[in-house]
């Protein structure tokens, strides 16, 4: 027999309509003093006030494009404007369909399209080290949440992704009187040597080997933060397993067991039903995600600028004049650029390579920029504006390999963004899904 649920019924569980908008991912200081704004039904961007949004900004045109959200999607259309607007790279010949989390560049302003303005309501204090002013701010909420649920937690999420600022700020936030006592799974040569290290050795167990503490122990009254969770072999998770279900602690070969105060910060790279992953602790665990930068467009200026600081300051020079060389273009191609399995790392390199350079030759700023962005950024779909319509968009130029690769494999995104960019094309997924929509290739 089939039941039937009322209408209605589980409308307390639902989190209401989104509420889309657009995010100023970077513009010259002083140019709006808003930092994101509701779409509505759409809205209109320029440097007069005919404009809904108005940017002090010579590069604009009065109206210089709109965009409106359109069954799900958005539609992106310049409206006349001198200098063009760029979607994802590519500047607008019509309305063209957008993606959430895309990148439109109207004057020198970078606007990410944001498919929620409800997920970035949160108003938590950022430490310093955790830069981005839209999506850090939520992240640092789920932290604190996490951290009153009395429950061991574990970070989910790419590399590089700052799983271990998460963790530092999980510390922080439980308000522990023990250490943070930190150690990467993947260091472990055997589950033997894993099990030993973790939980200790009792006395007598192995010849000529003292009595030594573990990791657990030694974060007792504290905090234990395991990277790269995935690597520990699954005999060792099942052993810590048990620790999770009961807090109770005994050396490898001791007898005797003993309550400890340990609260288990877990991380991986890996999807959770990953088989690496022992389903029944991932269980018993509260999950913490930490998304991506593609995920979060918005916040990499702050956190290039903040990498930039600081490895100036380490580097014991000043970085200003490094920071006012990066300009809209720079900016544009950070945000469209594929940083997956880098994510903040890529950001960090960029920003130490920058001080290097300066601090080792008295090169102008803007040489530097030029130079670094270059060597990270060559594959990037941002180019320069000349040469960008000169030579027409990377994938239309190369629209019968994309669509016929598409084919080949099956209409796998991930197998065709490998096969294209193993015979040489930089693709990114992302962009393929919205050109082979275009093509009428992707439904």
Avoid at 118 to 130: F, G, H, N, Y
Avoid at 332 to 349: F, I, K, P, Q, Y
Avoid at 409 to 419: C, D, F, H, K, P
Wanted: neutral net charge; charged residues 25%; proline residues 5%.
């Amino acid at each position: 027999m089939v039941s039937t649920v009322p209408t209605g019924r589980f409308d307390a569980f639902s989190r209401g309509e989104p509420v889309p908008g657009i995010l100023v991912a970077w513009s010259p200081v002083g140019s709006t003093s808003e930092a994101w704004r509701p779409l509505g039904g759409g809205l209109t961007v320029g440097r007069s006030s005919r404009a809904e949004w108005t940017f002090d900004d010579d590069r604009m045109s009065s109206l210089h494009a709109s965009i409106r959200p359109s069954a799900g999607a958005f539609i992106v259309e310049d409206l006349g404007s001198t200098n063009g607007t760029f979607l994802d790279g590519e500047r607008l010949a019509g309305p063209t369909l957008a993606a959430a989390g895309s990148v439109v560049r109207a004057g020198r302003a970078v606007l990410v399209i944001e498919p929620d303005l409800e997920i970035l309501s949160a108003d938590d204090e950022p430490p310093v080290e955790m830069a981005g002013r839209f999506h850090t701010p939520a992240l640092v909420h789920a932290l604190g949440v996490a951290s009153r649920t009395g429950k061991h937690l574990l970070l989910a999420g790419e590399s590089g992704t700052g799983k271990e600022l998460c963790a530092q700020r999980l510390a922080a936030d439980l308000g522990r009187n023990g250490p943070l006592v930190a150690h990467n799974c993947a260091r472990f040569a055997s589950a033997d040597e894993a099990e030993t290290t973790l939980f200790g050795v009792g006395r007598g167990v192995f010849s000529g080997v003292d009595a030594r503490k573990g990791l657990l122990e030694e974060a007792d009254d504290g905090v234990l933060f395991l990277d790269e969770l995935h690597a520990l072999p699954l005999r060792v998770q099942r052993s810590l397993l048990r620790f999770v279900e009961d807090g109770m602690h005994a050396r490898i070969g001791a007898s005797g067991a003993r309550r400890l105060s340990v609260r288990l910060v877990l991380a991986t790279n890996h999807p959770l039903d990953a088989p690496e992953l022992a389903p029944d602790l991932v269980a018993r665990l509260f999950r913490i995600e930490v998304p991506a930068l593609s995920r979060r467009r918005a916040d990499i200026p702050d956190i290039l600028l903040a990498a930039l600081g600081k490895s100036a300051q380490d580097a014991g020079i000043d970085g200003r004049a490094l920071a006012l060389a990066l300009g809209p273009d720079h900016f544009e191609a950070l945000c469209l650029a594929d940083l997956s399995g880098r994510n903040v790392r890529a950001l960090e390199a960029i920003a130490a390579e920058m001080v290097a350079r300066a601090a080792r030759a008295p090169d102008p700023p803007e040489r530097i920029v030029r130079r670094v962005f270059g060597d990270h950024l060559a594959g990037s779909v941002v180019r320069e504006r000349g040469d960008a319509e000169k030579s027409g968009s990377l994938y239309e130029a190369n629209r019968a390999r994309i669509v016929e690769a598409y084919r080949s494999t099956g209409q796998n995104l991930s197998e065709t963004e490998r096969v294209l960019r193993a015979a040489g094309l930089p693709v990114n997924r992302r962009w393929l899904t919205i050109y082979l929509r275009r093509w009428g290739s992707r439904s």
